[in-house]
């Protein structure tokens, strides 16, 4: 079909389908907001997302509400479990020196690290990253 259009065929099925592919992940960025695990964590208000690859653009829809957004994401190997955290801040709160105090890095308003849940089938923090955050957050 449009491959075998050439370039020409690709970049119109882009223009065709380009505005449905942006109210898709409008939506889906409306649904990780409004499911965000609301709490407050040192005093911030902070949203937890049970995803981090929408955490961009869902701290931006919730920048009036909260001060930190936080999305985590499993991720597993042959022989390990890590929790990879994203966060995102207004500004207030420097997401790099948190980052930074558990191996990661980034710049103030964007950042993340990742922890090792399981290694060589032994626990080394709790799984539950809501329960976690409280911990890594303070």
């Excluded at 109210?23 to 937890?48: C, E, F, S, Y």
Aim: aromatic share 4%; proline share 2%.
């Amino acid at each position: 079909s449009c491959l075998r259009r050439g370039p020409r065929g690709i970049l119109e099925a882009t223009r065709d389908i380009g505005p449905d592919l942006v109210v898709m992940r409008q939506a889906l960025v409306r649904d990780a907001a409004k499911n965000a695990v609301r709490t407050r964590i040192g005093g911030r208000r902070v949203a937890i997302l049970s995803r981090e690859d929408l955490i961009s653009d869902v701290a931006e829809m919730l920048r009036d509400e909260v001060d930190l957004v936080i999305g985590f994401a499993y991720v597993q190997s042959s022989d390990r479990a890590s929790l990879k955290w994203s966060l995102r801040s207004r500004g207030d709160v420097d997401v790099a020196a948190i980052a930074e105090r558990h191996g990661g890095g980034g710049h103030s308003a964007a950042a993340g690290f990742h922890e090792v849940v399981i290694e060589d089938g032994h626990m080394a923090h709790m799984a539950n990253p809501y329960a976690r955050a409280d911990v890594l957050f303070v």
